[in-house]
Nanobody, 121 residues
Framework: QLQLVESGGGLVQAGGYLRLSCTPS??????AGWFRHPPGKEREFVAQ????????YNANSVKGRFGISRDNAENSVSLQMISMKPADTAVYSC??????????????WGWGKGTLVTVSS
């Protein structure tokens, strides 16, 4: 059974940088996406990248600040976050995409447990 594991979360000051990594256990990375669940809010789409590395999609709220990429050598999908804001505070999770609307969590499976990102002001 595919199990995704996220890593790289932590505490960062506003304007800072973090890099999250998503690695599946035992299998090659497929087309995958990142979502986040801010405290007290609904889960929301962040970014998605095709298994080949292109195309990649980013939510409007993170365009120009976040970038998603895949590393075939490390069999992982990374989320690079710069110019971070307190509003980026959330639990970030990755999952495997199946089909349909890339921004809808219902079209993903194999969710990891998530990694907490906290951005202080």
């Amino acid at each position: 059974q595919l199990q995704l594991v996220e890593s790289g979360g932590g505490l960062v000051q506003a304007g800072g940088y973090l890099r999250l990594s998503c690695t599946p256990s035992g299998r090659a990375v497929r087309t995958a996406g990142w979502f986040r669940h801010p405290p007290g809010k609904e889960r929301e789409f962040v970014a998605q990248v095709h298994w080949s590395g292109s195309p990649a999609y980013n939510a409007n709220s993170v365009k120009g600040r976040f970038g998603i990429s895949r590393d075939n050598a490390e069999n992982s999908v990374s989320l690079q976050m710069i110019s971070m804001k307190p509003a980026d505070t959330a639990v970030y999770s990755c999952a495997i995409y199946t089909d349909g609307n890339v921004e809808d969590a219902i079209n993903y499976w194999g969710w990891g447990k998530g990694t907490l990102v906290t951005v202080s002001s």
